[in-house]
C-alpha cells in the first residue's frame, strides 16, 4: 500500500491501556523506528484499548498499594527499580506517586480523538502517558484527562465525559475487534498482518517493518 507521497504506507494498530508502562516503552521506541525509517516509508498509528485491571475503581487507589497487594512488596519493589531504570535510558523520570484506577474514561477519549485524526489520537496518547507515569496524574480525574485533551486539540472532550455512558459501546466494538484474542499488551500489527508483542527494541520494528514492505511489493 503507497500513501500520496509515493513511499510505501506502515498502518500500525496498537492494543494498548493507559496505566501499562511497557505501553509507553513500546511507543517511545515505535517511534524511534519511525523516525529511522521517515525516508523508506509513511506511517498511520492507530491506538485501540485493552484492559489490565477492568476491576480498578473508578475513585482510584494509591498505585504503590494497588501494584503491592496484585504482585507482592518484593515484586513491586524489583519491577519499580526495573521500569525506574527502563524510563531514565529514555530520558523519562518514572513516578510511582499518585494514583491507578479505571481507565474506560481514558479509552473513550482516545477513541473520540481517533475520529479527528490519528496524529491527533498519537499526540493525546503521549500527554496522557506523559501524564500518569512521569507527573503522578490519575487517568481517572476528568481534569487530567480534560487538560491533555485541550492540549492537542481534541473537540468533544467534554460532552463526552459529562455522559458516562457515551463512547462506551465504541469502545466494548474496538476491544472485541482488535484486543479481544491477546492476553497481554502493548500488541503491535502492521499492515494487518505482521505482530509484535511487547516493548520491544526500535531494530525489531524496522525489521517488521521491510517484512510488511517486502509482503505488499
Given at each position: 500500500?503507497?500513501?500520496?507521497?509515493?513511499?510505501?504506507?506502515?498502518?500500525?494498530?496498537?492494543?494498548?491501556?493507559?496505566?501499562?508502562?511497557?505501553?509507553?516503552?513500546?511507543?517511545?521506541?515505535?517511534?524511534?523506528?519511525?523516525?529511522?525509517?521517515?525516508?523508506?516509508?509513511?506511517?498511520?498509528?492507530?491506538?485501540?484499548?485493552?484492559?489490565?485491571?477492568?476491576?480498578?475503581?473508578?475513585?482510584?487507589?494509591r498505585k504503590s498499594d494497588f501494584y503491592k497487594m496484585k504482585f507482592g512488596p518484593a515484586q513491586f519493589e524489583r519491577a519499580t527499580s526495573r521500569m525506574t531504570e527502563i524510563f531514565r535510558g529514555l530520558g523519562l523520570e518514572y513516578d510511582m506517586s499518585g494514583l491507578t484506577g479505571n481507565t474506560m474514561d481514558s479509552h473513550r477519549l482516545i477513541t473520540l480523538a481517533g475520529h479527528q485524526g490519528y496524529d491527533k489520537q498519537n499526540a493525546l496518547v503521549e500527554?496522557?502517558?506523559?501524564?500518569?507515569?512521569?507527573?503522578?496524574?490519575?487517568?481517572?480525574?476528568?481534569?487530567?484527562?480534560?487538560?491533555?485533551?485541550?492540549?492537542?486539540?481534541?473537540?468533544?472532550?467534554?460532552?463526552?465525559?459529562?455522559?458516562?455512558?457515551?463512547?462506551?459501546?465504541?469502545?466494548?466494538?474496538?476491544l472485541n475487534k482488535h484486543s479481544s484474542g491477546i492476553s497481554g499488551v502493548p500488541h503491535f500489527?502492521?499492515?494487518?498482518?505482521?505482530?509484535?508483542?511487547?516493548?520491544?527494541p526500535p531494530s525489531t520494528f524496522m525489521r517488521a517493518f521491510e517484512m510488511a514492505a517486502k509482503d505488499g511489493a
Amino acid at each position: 500500500m503507497a500513501s500520496d507521497t509515493g513511499k510505501k504506507l506502515m498502518q500500525i494498530d496498537v492494543s494498548s491501556d493507559t496505566v501499562c508502562p511497557w505501553c509507553f516503552v513500546g511507543k517511545k521506541n515505535l517511534e524511534k523506528a519511525m523516525e529511522q525509517s521517515k525516508d523508506k516509508f509513511d506511517f498511520e498509528v492507530r491506538w485501540h484499548p485493552f484492559f489490565l485491571n477492568p476491576d480498578a475503581p473508578k475513585e482510584g487507589i494509591r498505585k504503590s498499594d494497588f501494584y503491592k497487594m496484585k504482585f507482592g512488596p518484593a515484586q513491586f519493589e524489583r519491577a519499580t527499580s526495573r521500569m525506574t531504570e527502563i524510563f531514565r535510558g529514555l530520558g523519562l523520570e518514572y513516578d510511582m506517586s499518585g494514583l491507578t484506577g479505571n481507565t474506560m474514561d481514558s479509552h473513550r477519549l482516545i477513541t473520540l480523538a481517533g475520529h479527528q485524526g490519528y496524529d491527533k489520537q498519537n499526540a493525546l496518547v503521549e500527554e496522557l502517558f506523559q501524564s500518569y507515569f512521569c507527573q503522578g496524574k490519575y487517568i481517572g480525574d476528568k481534569q487530567v484527562l480534560l487538560d491533555a485533551a485541550r492540549k492537542v486539540g481534541i473537540e468533544g472532550a467534554e460532552e463526552l465525559l459529562e455522559d458516562p455512558s457515551r463512547g462506551v459501546d465504541e469502545v466494548q466494538e474496538e476491544l472485541n475487534k482488535h484486543s479481544s484474542g491477546i492476553s497481554g499488551v502493548p500488541h503491535f500489527v502492521i499492515n494487518g498482518k505482521y505482530q509484535l508483542s511487547g516493548g520491544q527494541p526500535p531494530s525489531t520494528f524496522m525489521r517488521a517493518f521491510e517484512m510488511a514492505a517486502k509482503d505488499g511489493a
